[in-house]
Nanobody, 120 residues
Framework: VQLVESGGGLAEPGGSQGLSCAAS????????MGWYRQAPGKERELVAS???????KYADSVKGRFTISRDNGKNTIYLQMNDLKPEDTAVYYC???????????????WGQGTQVTVSS
């Protein structure tokens, strides 16, 4: 199972940016997928997650600004980030708790990470 992220880059404060993450490989079932971020000198933190049933969870710092969505048929999630702030600058990682066809329980998978920089 692989997670491939796209999007990211430089954005101005108050601007918008979108990220996407596609899971591929020998997938039996996707339990939940989400986005984490890690800023320099800080721990990795959950930004947003979405279950296979569509239940979402957001960090307090992004509520009302970020929206996570998914396309179950494509095993892909999206993160729409609006009203970006300099403190949103971080490497964003896609995470999936996915049961592969070779296992009986969900495994943890990570994407390679994509840099989001918010600066004027």
């Amino acid at each position: 199972v692989q997670l491939v992220e796209s999007g990211g880059g430089l954005a101005e404060p108050g601007g918008s940016q979108g990220l996407s993450c596609a899971a591929s490989g020998s997938i039996l079932y996707v339990v939940v997928m989400g986005w984490y971020r890690q800023a320099p000198g800080k721990e990795r933190e959950l930004v947003a997650s979405i279950t296979n049933g569509g239940d979402t969870k957001y960090a307090d710092s992004v509520k009302g600004r970020f929206t996570i969505s998914r396309d179950n048929g494509k095993n892909t999630i999206y993160l729409q980030m609006n009203d970006l702030k300099p403190e949103d600058t971080a490497v964003y990682y896609c995470n999936g708790k996915i049961t592969p066809r070779t296992a009986w329980s969900p495994q943890d998978y990570w994407g390679q990470g994509t840099q989001v920089t918010v600066s004027s």
